[in-house]
Protein backbone atom coordinates (compact mmCIF):
# COMPACT_ATOMS: atom_id res chain seq x y z
CA UNK A 1 0.00 0.00 0.00
CA UNK A 2 0.77 3.05 -1.04
CA UNK A 3 0.90 5.69 1.84
CA UNK A 4 0.76 9.65 0.46
CA UNK A 5 0.84 12.90 2.61
CA UNK A 6 -1.07 15.56 1.10
CA UNK A 7 -0.52 18.85 2.65
CA UNK A 8 -0.32 22.79 2.01
CA UNK A 9 -0.58 26.12 3.80
CA UNK A 10 -3.17 27.94 4.72
CA UNK A 11 -5.09 29.43 2.56
CA UNK A 12 -3.85 26.87 -0.56
CA UNK A 13 -6.99 24.73 -0.98
CA UNK A 14 -5.94 21.65 0.41
CA UNK A 15 -9.57 21.14 1.53
CA UNK A 16 -10.39 21.64 -1.70
CA UNK A 17 -7.91 19.47 -3.21
CA UNK A 18 -8.63 16.56 -0.70
CA UNK A 19 -12.17 16.39 -1.69
CA UNK A 20 -11.33 15.97 -4.86
CA UNK A 21 -9.47 13.14 -4.38
CA UNK A 22 -12.07 11.71 -2.39
CA UNK A 23 -14.55 12.36 -5.51
CA UNK A 24 -12.54 10.20 -7.99
CA UNK A 25 -12.20 7.18 -5.45
CA UNK A 26 -9.32 8.12 -3.02
CA UNK A 27 -9.03 6.81 0.42
CA UNK A 28 -8.65 9.75 2.58
CA UNK A 29 -7.63 10.21 6.56
CA UNK A 30 -8.45 13.81 7.38
CA UNK A 31 -5.99 15.00 10.27
CA UNK A 32 -8.81 18.03 10.70
CA UNK A 33 -11.83 15.44 10.90
CA UNK A 34 -9.82 13.43 13.42
CA UNK A 35 -9.06 16.57 15.80
CA UNK A 36 -12.91 17.29 15.35
CA UNK A 37 -13.89 14.02 16.68
CA UNK A 38 -11.18 14.25 19.83
CA UNK A 39 -12.50 17.77 20.80
CA UNK A 40 -16.04 17.12 20.33
CA UNK A 41 -18.48 16.00 23.32
CA UNK A 42 -16.78 12.57 25.18
CA UNK A 43 -13.91 12.84 22.81
CA UNK A 44 -10.37 11.56 24.32
CA UNK A 45 -8.36 14.81 24.53
CA UNK A 46 -11.59 16.90 26.02
CA UNK A 47 -10.49 15.48 29.51
CA UNK A 48 -7.03 16.30 29.06
CA UNK A 49 -7.52 19.90 27.65
CA UNK A 50 -9.71 20.41 30.21
CA UNK A 51 -7.43 20.57 32.79
CA UNK A 52 -4.65 22.53 31.03
CA UNK A 53 -6.92 25.16 29.45
CA UNK A 54 -10.21 24.73 31.72
CA UNK A 55 -11.78 28.31 30.00
CA UNK A 56 -11.43 26.16 26.49
CA UNK A 57 -14.14 23.61 27.33
CA UNK A 58 -17.67 24.84 26.96
CA UNK A 59 -20.42 22.20 27.38
CA UNK A 60 -18.59 19.21 27.44
CA UNK A 61 -16.64 20.36 23.95
CA UNK A 62 -13.77 21.77 23.38
CA UNK A 63 -14.02 25.24 21.82
CA UNK A 64 -11.64 25.70 19.35
CA UNK A 65 -11.59 29.34 18.70
CA UNK A 66 -11.00 29.85 22.81
CA UNK A 67 -8.15 27.70 22.58
CA UNK A 68 -6.78 29.07 19.88
CA UNK A 69 -6.36 32.70 21.04
CA UNK A 70 -4.84 30.70 24.45
CA UNK A 71 -1.95 29.08 22.38
CA UNK A 72 -1.33 31.25 19.37
CA UNK A 73 1.06 33.76 20.90
CA UNK A 74 2.04 31.06 23.85
CA UNK A 75 4.57 28.95 22.61
CA UNK A 76 4.90 27.01 25.78
CA UNK A 77 1.11 26.75 25.88
CA UNK A 78 1.44 25.80 22.30
CA UNK A 79 3.66 22.52 22.97
CA UNK A 80 1.73 21.60 26.35
CA UNK A 81 -1.45 21.74 23.62
CA UNK A 82 0.54 19.61 20.95
CA UNK A 83 1.82 17.03 23.75
CA UNK A 84 -1.90 16.10 24.62
CA UNK A 85 -2.79 15.95 21.12
CA UNK A 86 -0.38 14.83 18.96
CA UNK A 87 -0.63 11.13 20.21
CA UNK A 88 -4.51 10.81 20.07
CA UNK A 89 -4.63 12.28 16.10
CA UNK A 90 -1.12 9.69 15.85
CA UNK A 91 -3.31 6.80 17.12
CA UNK A 92 -6.08 7.57 15.06
CA UNK A 93 -3.93 7.62 11.74
CA UNK A 94 -2.63 4.67 12.56
CA UNK A 95 -5.78 2.70 12.88
CA UNK A 96 -7.15 4.30 9.52
CA UNK A 97 -4.05 3.41 8.16
CA UNK A 98 -4.36 -0.39 9.32
CA UNK A 99 -7.79 -0.55 8.60
CA UNK A 100 -7.10 0.49 5.15
CA UNK A 101 -4.52 -2.64 4.70
CA UNK A 102 -6.91 -5.01 5.82
CA UNK A 103 -8.90 -4.16 3.31
CA UNK A 104 -6.24 -3.94 0.82
CA UNK A 105 -6.46 -0.27 -0.76
CA UNK A 106 -3.62 0.46 -2.92
CA UNK A 107 -3.03 4.26 -1.81
CA UNK A 108 -4.27 6.17 1.43
CA UNK A 109 -3.83 9.42 1.31
CA UNK A 110 -3.33 11.01 4.77
CA UNK A 111 -4.68 15.15 4.72
CA UNK A 112 -2.23 16.54 7.22
CA UNK A 113 -1.92 20.33 7.11
CA UNK A 114 1.29 20.68 9.35
CA UNK A 115 3.13 17.83 7.37
CA UNK A 116 6.23 19.59 6.90
CA UNK A 117 6.24 21.23 9.96
CA UNK A 118 5.76 17.81 12.29
CA UNK A 119 8.96 16.52 10.19
CA UNK A 120 6.04 13.63 8.58
CA UNK A 121 6.67 14.06 5.24
CA UNK A 122 9.99 12.30 5.94
CA UNK A 123 7.48 8.91 6.59
CA UNK A 124 5.34 9.27 3.34
CA UNK A 125 5.99 7.33 0.17
CA UNK A 126 4.72 10.36 -1.68
CA UNK A 127 4.47 13.85 -0.66
CA UNK A 128 1.45 15.97 -2.65
CA UNK A 129 1.61 19.88 -1.93
CA UNK A 130 -1.10 21.76 -2.62
CA UNK A 131 -0.20 25.78 -3.66
CA UNK A 132 -1.04 28.97 -5.01
CA UNK A 133 0.66 32.46 -5.22
CA UNK A 134 0.85 34.51 -2.25
CA UNK A 135 -1.35 36.96 -3.39
CA UNK A 136 -4.29 34.50 -4.08
CA UNK A 137 -3.42 33.11 -0.30
CA UNK A 138 -3.82 36.35 1.33
CA UNK A 139 -6.79 37.01 -0.30
CA UNK A 140 -8.49 33.68 0.40
CA UNK A 141 -7.53 33.86 3.91
CA UNK A 142 -8.53 37.41 4.59
CA UNK A 143 -11.79 36.68 3.09
CA UNK A 144 -12.53 34.41 6.30
CA UNK A 145 -14.89 35.80 9.13
CA UNK A 146 -12.76 36.92 11.85
CA UNK A 147 -9.69 36.74 10.43
CA UNK A 148 -6.96 39.39 10.56
CA UNK A 149 -3.61 40.77 9.25
CA UNK A 150 -2.07 39.93 12.39
CA UNK A 151 -3.28 36.59 12.97
CA UNK A 152 -2.81 35.63 9.56
CA UNK A 153 0.85 36.95 9.74
CA UNK A 154 1.20 34.65 12.62
CA UNK A 155 -0.09 31.69 11.39
CA UNK A 156 2.15 31.87 8.38
CA UNK A 157 5.21 32.62 10.71
CA UNK A 158 4.95 29.05 12.39
CA UNK A 159 4.05 27.45 8.88
CA UNK A 160 6.90 25.67 6.74
CA UNK A 161 7.25 28.69 3.72
CA UNK A 162 5.65 27.10 0.71
CA UNK A 163 8.59 27.23 -1.55
CA UNK A 164 10.01 24.63 0.82
CA UNK A 165 7.44 22.63 0.61
CA UNK A 166 6.64 22.43 -3.05
CA UNK A 167 11.00 21.88 -2.85
CA UNK A 168 9.75 18.51 -0.80
CA UNK A 169 6.85 17.55 -3.01
CA UNK A 170 6.54 14.52 -5.65
CA UNK A 171 3.60 16.13 -7.16
CA UNK A 172 2.16 19.70 -6.58
CA UNK A 173 -1.39 20.84 -7.55
CA UNK A 174 -1.50 24.64 -8.38
CA UNK A 175 -5.11 25.63 -7.65
CA UNK A 176 -4.59 29.33 -8.60
CA UNK A 177 -6.22 28.37 -11.81
CA UNK A 178 -9.64 27.33 -11.12
CA UNK A 179 -11.37 24.57 -10.24
CA UNK A 180 -11.12 22.48 -13.04
CA UNK A 181 -7.40 23.26 -13.77
CA UNK A 182 -7.40 21.83 -10.52
CA UNK A 183 -9.64 18.99 -10.82
CA UNK A 184 -7.93 17.82 -13.85
CA UNK A 185 -3.96 17.97 -11.95
CA UNK A 186 -5.29 15.45 -9.09
CA UNK A 187 -7.03 13.13 -11.82
CA UNK A 188 -3.53 12.89 -13.26
CA UNK A 189 -1.91 12.51 -9.61
CA UNK A 190 -4.16 9.99 -8.95
CA UNK A 191 -2.95 7.79 -11.69
CA UNK A 192 0.14 7.98 -11.19
CA UNK A 193 -0.04 7.25 -7.69
CA UNK A 194 -2.24 4.16 -8.35
CA UNK A 195 0.48 3.18 -11.14
CA UNK A 196 3.12 3.54 -8.56
CA UNK A 197 1.31 1.62 -5.95
CA UNK A 198 0.97 -1.60 -8.17
CA UNK A 199 4.43 -1.15 -9.32
CA UNK A 200 5.39 -1.26 -5.36
CA UNK A 201 2.89 -4.28 -5.06
CA UNK A 202 4.78 -6.00 -7.64
CA UNK A 203 7.96 -5.55 -6.03
CA UNK A 204 7.10 -6.34 -3.00
CA UNK A 205 5.79 -9.87 -4.08
CA UNK A 206 9.32 -10.90 -6.01
CA UNK A 207 10.95 -10.28 -2.81
CA UNK A 208 9.06 -12.65 -1.12
Given amino acids: MLIVGLTGSIGMGKSTTAAMFRDIGALIWDADAAVHALYSVGGAAVGP ?22 VLADHDALRALEKIVHPLVGLNRLEFIEAAREKHSPVVILDIPLLFENGGNKAMDQVVVVTASAETQRQRVLARPGMTVEKFEAILARQVPDAIKREG ?40
Avoid: M, W
Avoid at 49 to 70: M, T
Fill in 49 to 70: LQEKFPSAVVNGAVDRDILSRL
Fill in 169 to 208: ANFIVDTGDGLDAAREQVNHIYAELLSIAAQKSNEEATTK
